[in-house]
């Protein structure tokens, strides 16, 4: 009986022990286990798998993850697959679990006052009433 190589999922060559590095699917050459994408080598740390092929983790999240419009709208907004109309998985059974609404705008900067007291020229801390060093009003 004959003892017959593997075959690399990339290029369906025989894979010699030499070789030979472990990826989706079997034995590879070190050389093919590469992101399909940026060609990028790949090893166990770094290695994605998607439908047999292999990705570095960066062209797997481009192409594969979750869609979403970015970083500023956070992950509310971002698209799974999942049917957003559906009860959410912790919603009590029978209660209708509306969306959130957003939250409210932050309030805008109070007007800063003065800086430093106009009678003994102390420091003052921004929203003070009052000089801590001479206990006048300010005066704003």
């Given at each position: ?24 699917g ?21 290695l994605?798998?998607?439908n ?15 869609r ?55 420091g ?17």
């Open positions: 009986m004959a003892f017959t190589n593997p075959k690399c999922p990339r290029c369906k060559k025989a894979v010699y022990f030499a070789e030979k590095a472990t990826g989706p079997g034995d590879w050459h070190k050389v093919c286990l590469a992101c399909l994408d940026c060609r990028k080598r790949l090893d166990s740390t770094t994605a798998e998607h047999g092929e292999a990705y570095c983790k960066a062209c797997y999240g481009k192409n594969f993850g979750p979403g419009f970015g970083f500023a709208m956070g992950g509310a907004m971002m698209h799974t697959g999942i049917d957003s109309s559906a009860a959410p998985v912790n919603a009590a059974p029978g209660s209708s679990a509306a969306p959130r609404a957003a939250p409210a705008p932050a309030p805008a900067p109070v007007a800063a006052g003065p800086k430093f007291c106009q009678g003994c020229g102390g003052l801390s921004p929203g003070a009433r009052f000089c801590p060093s001479c206990g006048r009003p300010v005066s704003s």
